[in-house]
């Protein structure tokens, strides 16, 4: 387990994903459905881009912090928060050992269905060399299995699982 992780962290960040690929807004809050994702996000089911959900549960993505902190340490690649295209970016929990967890993010209850890898899209949305360097620390996708509020500064802790 990495020397850092805990059972609980917070939300550093939201983002919302818009019709127009790679384009994210920032937001304080935001209200996440289950089964579904969060309000206003085109990957939500029903949302512009939302029309191939079925295929895996990622109502909800996360990405530490310290992963994009990481990147720009060993490569000189250096990011924006809303770069690599996850919802919810965390601090001060480890996400890779949550796979399997249920996890509270805020108000909302999520079960932590896989990693969530980079693909060769982000990189070409960002720049070379970011797909090798977030291999193995893209974050997690999330089934959201109970509705609730995410707001920057709440809690993400571990209900029960693997951590």
């Known amino acids: 387990m990495d020397a850092r992780a ?5 939300i550093e960040a939201i983002f919302l994903a818009q019709p127009e690929v790679g384009e994210r ?3 304080e809050q935001a209200r996440a459905h289950a089964g579904v ?13 939302g029309k191939d959900r ?29 770069e690599p295209r996850r919802n919810v970016v965390t601090r001060g929990i ?9 996890i509270a993010v805020g108000d909302a209850e999520c079960l932590v269905t896989e990693l969530n890898e980079p693909c060769t899209h982000l990189e070409s949305l960002t720049q070379p060399g ?7 620390r893209g974050g997690l996708r999330a089934e959201i299995v109970a509705d609730g509020l995410l707001r920057v500064g709440d809690e993400v802790r571990v209900l029960d699982g693997q951590a």
Do not use: Q
Not at 37 to 49: H, S, Y
């Open 25 to 27: 807004v920032a937001v």
């Open 6 to 10: 805990t059972d609980a962290g917070r």
């Open 54 to 82: 079925a295929k895996v549960a990622r109502d909800l993505t996360l990405i530490e912090a310290e992963a994009v902190e990481a990147l720009a340490e060993e490569t000189g690649i250096e990011l924006e928060l809303h």
């Open 130 to 136: 970011v797909l090798k360097g977030l291999v193995h």
């Open 37 to 49: 994702g969060l309000e206003g996000d085109a990957f939500a089911v029903g949302g512009a881009r």
């Open 94 to 102: 480890a996400l890779n050992d949550l796979v399997g967890a249920r």
